[in-house]
């Protein structure tokens, strides 16, 4: 017999520091982060915005296998993420600070709204890559919003309208379009 404190429900549960095939993730993401640190240069800057690209990729796996995204890892990075900014460029921490509020707010009103269609998960990453990206955060939400859009018309086509039914993460399409935007922009 089960007794009942040895039930915990899945917002009891935390989400895993580690997806569960962490092997090609910790690659995926170390590539990243060398892909953007080659790309952007070797500043001190420069080092935290690799260093986050990986912790995207990180957390985009996480979310990938679980559909959590982890507390443990979003705010603590997005700490040490305005602590730089303020450390290494304070001229630049009032974008970056206001940035993050901005994207966390936004996707916290929708969560709100409609909380069965979006995470507060989703907004604790979306503050993230505010405080990571500045103003170009909206770059970064338009091109993951336009990826996870495409993903959900190719599902469409692909499985008719038994994918209607499906919910896909939005963390790894979100992390996506920060990639994107630090490498192309």
Not at 11 to 33: D, I, K, Q
Not at 56 to 75: G, K
Request: proline residues 5%; contains cysteine.
């Amino acid at each position: 017999m089960v007794a009942v404190s040895d039930v915990t429900t899945a917002a009891e549960t935390p989400a895993p520091l580690r997806p569960a095939h962490a092997g090609p993730a910790f690659a995926l993401a170390a590539g990243a982060a060398v892909a953007v640190l080659t790309h952007t240069g070797t500043s001190g800057w420069d080092v935290v915005v690799a260093l986050a690209a990986g912790a995207l990729v990180w957390v985009a796996a996480i979310d990938f296998e679980t559909r959590l995204l982890p507390n443990r890892i979003v705010l603590p990075a997005t700490g040490v993420v305005l602590a730089a900014s303020l450390l290494l460029g304070p001229h630049g921490f009032l974008e970056h600070a206001l940035s993050a509020l901005l994207a966390g707010g936004f996707l916290f009103a929708a969560a709100a709204i409609r909380p069965g269609d979006l995470g507060m998960g989703d907004a604790k990453l979306a503050m993230l890559l505010g405080a990571l990206l500045g103003t170009e955060v909206l770059t970064a939400l338009v091109i993951g919003f336009c990826l996870v859009a495409a993903a959900g018309l190719v599902l469409l086509a692909v499985d008719g309208r038994a994918a209607l039914k499906r919910h896909l993460p939005l963390g790894p399409f979100l992390a996506a379009g920060a990639l994107a935007t630090l490498l192309l922009g």
